[in-house]
């Protein structure tokens, strides 16, 4: 039973591949849906819109730290235009600057997800995590009107 289980995960897993390969700009506009999405659930458990539930608050530190090591290598040169992105010249101008922004990004949420156990410190580490977003829009995306 275990065999046709790990073909199926081995075929997922291919598949999603092949889709970055393929189509580079849904694949990272996806997971930065996936950022929001969880910024969201955040921000209404800050807000004291919905219970705390510290599953959950880890739950965002982990989709933010899975975006931040799958996000940098769907950048390939010939993904600088079309698809309605709008990831800014600037991130193949400075590959480095960008890459680093996103460890950055990354090692924050890790430590973060380590550091919440209730409500007080997730909105404390929520609200230094999120600096990221608007730190590195600034630099690596255009508004698109
Ligand atoms: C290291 C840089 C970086 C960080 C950190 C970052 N983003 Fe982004 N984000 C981008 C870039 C680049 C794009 C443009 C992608 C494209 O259109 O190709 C983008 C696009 C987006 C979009 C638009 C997606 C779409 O459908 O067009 C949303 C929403 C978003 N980011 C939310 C977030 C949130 C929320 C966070 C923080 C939790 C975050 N981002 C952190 C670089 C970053």
């Not at 800050?46 to 880890?58: N, Q, S, Y």
């Not at 530190?61 to 799958?70: D, G, N, R, S």
């Not at 010939?78 to 709008?86: A, F």
């Not at 409500?119 to 608007?134: H, T």
Request: charged content about 25%.
């Amino acid at each position: 039973m275990i065999r046709p289980l790990v073909a199926v995960i081995a075929l997922a897993v291919g598949a999603t591949v092949v889709i970055a390969q393929q189509n580079p700009i849904e694949a990272r506009k996806n997971l930065m849906k996936g950022n929001s999405a969880q910024a969201r659930i955040g921000a209404a458990m800050a807000k004291g819109e919905a219970p705390f539930d510290l599953a959950k608050a880890k739950q965002v530190f982990q989709v933010y730290q899975e975006t931040a090591a799958k996000f940098g290598d769907l950048f390939p040169a010939n993904s600088k235009s079309g698809g309605e992105t709008s990831a800014a010249p600037k991130v193949w101008e400075d590959m480095a600057g960008f890459k680093a922004q996103l460890a950055k990004f990354g090692a924050d949420a890790k430590a973060a997800e380590a550091a919440v156990k209730d409500l007080d410190s997730f909105k404390a580490q929520f609200g230094d995590v999120a600096k990221n977003c608007g730190g590195c829009h600034r630099d690596y995306r255009v508004r698109r009107s």
